[in-house]
């Protein structure tokens, strides 16, 4: 019986036996992580107050600018490529150095962000704790993605865990007992620091990590592949910052913290579909051709997502108001932009799996042009709505931006999975 478990939870050996294994080590490492945070943020939100809190998620907006294209979608394809190439070397090595050398990159344009902002002598230590974090974060989200391609998601869970060890530690001895905007900057730096060293450890027990086995050539086809999904950075921005920079631009910061507290508790809920779709991924990848079986495993994917996209909207319309008085009358604002606000999981979480499936597909260019006519949609409804109505104008602009965005999607999946030579190549 105890060799039935271990075989069941440590070894690879079909696809389905591996889709419940590493979906239960991501839910057991990944959740409970996710939900440290969540209680960290909220804390901290509460001990900071509105304005406070506002400055330093605009702050994180501010400096997230100079991030938009860091992501160029390394890790994705990181995943993909360790499936479908022969060198693994070559892969994991040639990923490291497109991460090390856009980060390079990223780290300067930060820095000028910072320079030039005109509220520089309020932002730029926090912002400078915060662009270091950034930095830090990428890199051991690329170590963490080692683990999810050799289908190691157990050994992820265990970085999870040493990262929720260190998480409570650094915010009680650094924020909680000394709360201020710069205590909150540096309490995110100290535990990405330590986790990336941790990552990096386990990461080179199952593969070689090497710079000399990079390769030019597939560093080339690396970016090329990767510019579709490069440019989801700056859709990401528009779905999910330029927001806060309009609210403060017409509202000031203390709105900015409003929204902050109640986009951070929502849209925190976004690592449920993750979780699946990073263990879908490989599966799909290796499966692209057997079209029936892919199409199978969507639908049973797009109906558990929006299941639960539309449960945890009804159970958040119905414990806020419980919740609020956590926060203070300071906060009281929030529960209706919490409330309406998650009616947004419904189609985002469906959204996010099938933007893997084009992923798996090699239609990542083709997915970028759908997002970014939603992601347009979003810019304008904010630009018209956030002056005339406020905080809900920025909720109701990001609800419907994302119902355009996952018809659009999912329209484009149906016709790849009917092209048959899509699927042959």
Known sequence: MI????????QNLNDRQIFFKNSFWRMAGVLPNKLIRLVIILLAARELGPTLFGTYNYAVALVTLAFIFSDWGINILLIRDYQQQEDKKRVVATALLARLGILAVTLLVALVILIVAPDRGRLFVPGLIIVLTLSVG???????SVFLAVQKAELEAKIFLFDNFVSVISFFLVFYFFPSVINLALVYLIINLFVLVFSYYYARR????NLRFSSWSFLK?????????SLFGILSYIFFSTDQLILKHYLGYT?????????????????????????????VSQ???????????????LLWLGGVGAGLTVLIFAITPWLMPFFGPQYAATTSLIQWLSLILIPMFMTSLLDHVLIAYNQQKQ??????IAAVFNLILSLVLIPRIGLIGAVGAGITSQTINFALTGFWVHRVLKNKKICSA
């Open 367 to 372: 997915d970028f042009y759908l997002t970014a």
């Open 287 to 301: 499966n692209v051709a057997i079209v029936e079986k892919n199409r199978a495993i969507i639908k049973r994917g």
């Open 138 to 144: 990428h890199v051991k989200e690329l170590f963490n």
């Open 206 to 209: 199952l593969v070689v990590i």
């Open 221 to 229: 086809q690396l970016l090329k592949n990767g510019l579709p999904l």
């Open 255 to 283: 709105e900015v913290g409003y929204y902050a507290l109640a986009s951070r508790l929502v849209l925190s809920l976004q690592i449920l579909p993750s979780v699946l779709n990073n263990v879908i991924l490989p599966i």
């Open 3 to 10: 060799n039935k478990y271990k075989n069941l939870l440590f």
